[in-house]
């Protein structure tokens, strides 16, 4: 069966590291993947896009990486601060069509 | 150009009875999705609609219904509610469909 799985455990980092956040996934041939951040008690906000033929997509602080042989997308914030603390998902398109299937997302803590 | 509303924020009900949940998109999306989110399943994918008409559906069994108006404007309806329907109730919205969704800040639901 299909499965996305991003860490479970809360990813706890010092301001000014980079954090990486990982979701793999099995089973399925994505056109593209996304990553949303969800803040408690609010709506997923997207960030970012990628395509199955691009390795890598950047915007301001954050980069992300898509591997299409390992079934794999990396996730970075550089320089990170408090305010990026929240819980990140990441979707894949359903393969037919207008639906969004999500990992579980993972949570990340920034501490001054 | 204002979000993705919907309406009620909260709803509290008893098991047995049904609930009507609306979405108002972004203003020239024609294509409104429907997602659960719990912490045990995460968001999952109840249904898309795109001109009134339904495209796309998820998992859920049938007390789980939607419909569209030609506004584009959409409600969800779930019959006979039972313990496990308690959850984050999340409406999307985007232009035609395509990838990228912009989500409302949900209607939280509990079932006593």
């Known amino acids: 069966s299909q499965k996305i799985e991003q860490n479970s455990e809360a990813l706890n980092i010092q301001e000014g590291k980079t954090a990486t956040l990982t979701c793999n996934y099995t089973?399925?041939?994505?056109?593209?993947l996304q990553w949303y951040r969800q803040d408690p008690g609010r709506g997923p906000v997207f960030l970012l896009l990628i395509r199955e033929n691009e390795k890598e997509k950047r915007k301001e602080r954050l980069k992300v990486t898509f591997d299409t042989t390992l079934k794999q997308s990396l996730f970075h914030i550089t320089a990170s601060q408090p305010a990026d603390s929240a819980t990140y998902l990441c979707?894949?398109?359903?393969?037919?069509?207008?639906?969004?299937?999500f990992g579980k997302g993972t949570s990340l803590l920034v501490t001054p | 150009k204002a979000g993705v509303t919907q309406t009620p924020r909260y709803l509290i009900k008893t098991r047995g009875q049904q609930v009507t949940l609306s979405c108002s998109p972004i203003?020239?999306?024609?294509?409104v999705s429907w997602y659960q989110q719990t912490p045990g399943q995460g968001l999952q994918f109840l249904f898309e609609y795109f001109s009134e008409t339904q495209r796309n559906k998820g998992n859920f069994p049938g007390r789980f219904s939607g419909r569209q108006f030609s506004n584009s404007r959409s409600e969800m309806n779930v019959s006979t509610l039972e313990l496990g329907d308690s959850a984050l109730y999340l409406c999307a919205s985007s232009l035609n469909g395509e990838e990228t969704q912009y989500f409302g800040p949900g209607t939280r639901l509990l079932v006593l």
């Open positions: 203003s020239g999306h024609r294509s």
């Open positions: 089973n399925y041939s994505p056109a593209y």
């Open positions: 979707a894949l398109d359903g393969g037919s069509g207008y639906a969004l299937n």
